[in-house]
């Protein structure tokens, strides 16, 4: 019994659309952050169907240098919202509004 | 049994997400990202990448998401308010979710029959394979990234610090 990889990869695009929708929806950084995470992930399993499909190892390393590269992000990421909110007190991202014209 | 557990655990996964959609409180978002992510970890294993199976349990739902939730804690994050923007951000985000699938999953269904299909054990990268090209044809990325990820170190502790 075998899978179709389209079938990964619309699976893969209907988690990249829930993250973006996450993304546009969520209030709470670390919410907002957390769909970030899950585009990511999303783009990591179109990676290794496509690795599957021409049976090359390449796009494995890719994905290995994304959950690195999302690692770092995530480290410094969570730092600065621990920073931000030290200074305004508040998660929410309608109320980080300084930059804001 | 291939198409059985990537039902099952496809299902998991668009649950998961969803739910992180839903929840109000970012705590349950980030338990269910850890059920998308650990169901991630199956998939692989079904495409035969076990590396990457393994280092998605140990560095996304272990590393990265105890990160999160040690900092949701830390922060005390409760519930999200309902604000001005989160109306507007309602009306042009679950249009351009549906958009956005459609384009993305109507390419692949027409493409679909240049995907092929995948048979489980048909291909398997093993460790061996992918150190091969890691450390032999990607070595300068690989060392750079070593190279990011102590900036990254001190980055978040100088971010995190408290000032005097």
């Not at chain 1, 390393?61 to 959950?67: A, D, K, L, Y």
């Not at chain 2, 992510?37 to 990265?64: D, P, R």
């Not at chain 2, 048909?122 to 102590?150: C, G, K, M, W």
Request: charged fraction near 10%; include cysteine.
């Amino acid at each position: 019994m075998s899978v179709p990889i389209a079938w990964y990869l619309i699976l893969s695009a209907a988690l990249f659309s829930i993250g973006v929708c996450a993304f546009l929806i969520k209030r709470n950084i670390i919410s907002i952050f957390m769909s970030i995470e899950l585009m990511l992930n999303a783009v990591n399993l179109a990676f290794v169907a496509f690795a599957n499909r021409w049976h090359q190892v390449n796009g494995q390393i890719f994905v290995f240098f994304v959950m690195v590269v999302a690692a770092a992000e995530a480290a410094v990421g969570l730092a600065i919202i621990i920073a931000v909110f030290r200074s305004r007190n508040t998660l929410n991202v309608d109320q980080i509004d300084l930059m804001k014209l | 049994m291939h198409l059985a557990l990537f039902i099952i655990f496809g299902l998991l996964c668009l649950g998961g997400a969803l739910n992180l959609l839903l929840q109000q409180h970012p705590i349950n978002s980030a338990l269910s990202l850890i059920v998308v992510m650990s169901s991630l970890a199956v998939l692989y294993l079904l495409l035969g990448a076990e590396f990457l199976a393994l280092a998605q349990i140990i560095v996304y739902s272990g590393a990265i998401m105890v990160l999160f939730v040690f900092v949701i804690m830390l922060l005390n994050a409760g519930l999200e308010e309902k604000t001005r923007g989160s109306r507007a951000a309602y009306l042009a985000g679950i249009p351009g979710m549906l958009a956005l699938f459609g384009v993305l999953a109507g390419t692949f269904f027409t493409l679909r029959s240049s995907f092929g299909s995948a048979r489980l054990g048909a291909y398997l990268a093993t460790t061996h394979d992918l150190a091969q090209v890691l450390f032999r044809n990607l070595l300068l990325p690989f060392e750079v990234t070593s190279i990011l990820i102590l900036v990254a170190i001190l980055g978040a502790v100088v971010l995190a610090r408290k000032e005097h």
